[in-house]
């Protein structure tokens, strides 16, 4: 059971670029979410779903796009790369009964330069 | 003031002790609360979740204390292989998931 497969690891980007980090998930979760995380934050909260077709915005939704066409696929873009965007970022999903355990991907290395 | 407030340490302790850390949350309307644990460049993992009457799992002891608006979490006989970062985590929503983290505190064990 792979659970919830993130990639890349790792990614460089030069400013104004833009790119797709890919989160799929095998256990039929509805909801499901993508999370940064910087040094000396907690994780931040930048766009959630909770099914197929339905999107919201988290915490520091600006300068990301998500779509969620299918329950296990919610990819997150990043329209046009900042030097502030470089961060780890996690996706995750849980399902409604126990949403408080979130089960996430292994993360995404990503630095903009 | 950050919604949830961690001590980031380093606790270094050696192995056998017992630590204890504090998390506190501001939103008084919080409503389920949790410990997640994160090794060094990996993905967290949930430890426990913190109910109103404590709860404990093994080595593991979780309190919570609504009045005082913090949680906590003992460790005893501490193992090398609990060094982590420990996250306190809080359900903003009674049905639903709004989790709002702590930026951890770092756990070392020494032996």
């Known amino acids: 059971n792979a659970g919830v497969t993130q990639t890349p690891k790792f990614q460089v980007l030069k400013t104004g670029q833009s790119m797709t980090l890919q989160c799929a998930q095998d256990?039929?979760?509805?909801?499901m979410s993508w999370y940064r995380q910087d040094p000396g934050m907690g994780l931040r909260l930048i766009h959630y779903?909770?099914?197929?077709?339905?999107?919201d915005q988290g915490e520091v939704p600006n300068g990301y796009n998500v779509s969620r066409s299918t329950t296990e696929d919610f990819p997150l873009r990043l329209l046009s790369a900042a030097p502030s965007q470089t961060s780890v970022y996690f996706c995750?999903?849980?399902?409604?009964?126990?949403?408080?355990?979130?089960?996430f991907g292994s993360g995404t290395q990503l630095s903009v330069l | 003031r950050k919604e949830v407030e961690q001590d980031p340490g380093p606790f270094n302790v050696p192995e056998g002790a017992t630590v204890a850390f504090n998390c506190t949350y501001s939103?008084?309307?919080?409503?389920?609360f949790f410990w997640y644990r994160q090794d060094c460049r990996k993905e967290p993992k949930l430890l426990m979740s913190?109910?109103?009457s404590g709860n404990e799992d093994g080595r593991f002891t979780a309190q919570l204390n609504r009045a005082s608006q913090y949680i906590s979490l003992l460790i005893r006989d501490s193992k090398l292989s609990d060094s982590a970062t420990y996250l306190c985590?809080?359900?903003?929503?009674?049905?639903?998931?709004?989790?709002?983290f702590g930026a951890g505190t770092i756990l070392r064990v020494k032996s």
């Open positions: 913190v109910y109103s």
């Open positions: 985590v809080v359900n903003l929503m009674e049905y639903g998931n709004k989790l709002v």
């Open positions: 256990m039929n979760h509805e909801y």
């Open positions: 995750a999903s849980s399902s409604p009964r126990y949403n408080e355990k979130l089960f």
């Open positions: 779903s909770v099914g197929a077709g339905i999107t």
């Open positions: 939103n008084s309307a919080s409503q389920s």
